[in-house]
């Protein structure tokens, strides 16, 4: 129970569960990146938890570094146009760059973004999403570690936002559409 509940229709993904999965990611990119010179560029503000957890859960050294980018506004369509407010604190030449997003929709943040750091001439990019929409992509990108799968609705929670709302809630679920007027 919590603060939110009268505005969620459903819960998708329990505490407990998420936690689970995020184990997994976090056991299979310690498989992949053993050797490797790892930065974990969490997209704010989106990611936030989703990286904290996951950053406990890679048994590696690795660093972290955070990017803050805006493509919305406060309503739940992409506009396509993608603002930097915050970049990279740290050069990337010659690391291996995990990209660590919420979630991944029309895919046109981490498109964008995926473009601007290869530029860089990282050694490596790869992507890791907690969530993902197939549904709605636009643009041609895949993440190579991906949490779940969830049909076209409007979540939040685990660091998601309606507006800037509901971030803080422990689980993920569905937002009623009257919440947002739909
Ligand atoms: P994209 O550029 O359309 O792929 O959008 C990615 C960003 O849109 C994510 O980082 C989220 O901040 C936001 N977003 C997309 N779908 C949802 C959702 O269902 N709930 C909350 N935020 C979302
Ligand atoms: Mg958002």
């Known amino acids: 129970m919590s603060y939110a509940d009268k505005d969620i229709e459903r819960v998708l ?10 184990a997994q990611l976090g056991a299979e990119i310690t498989r992949d990146y053993r050797g490797k010179d790892l930065v974990l560029v969490g ?19 690795c660093e972290a ?15 396509g146009q993608v ?20 979630i991944l929709d029309t895919g046109n943040t981490l498109y964008y973004l995926r473009e601007m750091l290869a530029a860089r001439r990282p050694a490596s990019i790869s992507v890791c999403a907690l969530l993902d929409k197939p549904e709605r992509r636009v643009k041609d990108i ?18 998601l936002d309606y507006a ?3 971030r803080n809630l422990p689980y993920i679920g569905i937002v009623k559409p009257e919440v947002y007027g739909g």
């Open 142 to 159: 895949k993440a190579d570690y991906m949490g779940f799968t969830i049909p076209d609705a409007f979540v939040v929670g685990y660091g």
């Open 43 to 61: 997209i704010l503000r989106g990611a936030y938890i989703f990286m904290s957890e996951l950053a406990r859960q890679i048994d590696l050294p």
């Open 13 to 22: 993904f329990t505490a407990e569960e998420l936690k689970a999965r995020v």
């Open 65 to 79: 570094d955070f990017m803050s980018v805006s493509s919305y506004g406060s309503g739940t369509t992409s506009t």
């Open 83 to 102: 603002r930097i407010i915050k970049d990279l604190s740290e050069p990337v030449e010659g690391k291996d760059l995990l990209l660590v997003e919420d």
């Open 164 to 166: 800037e709302h509901y």
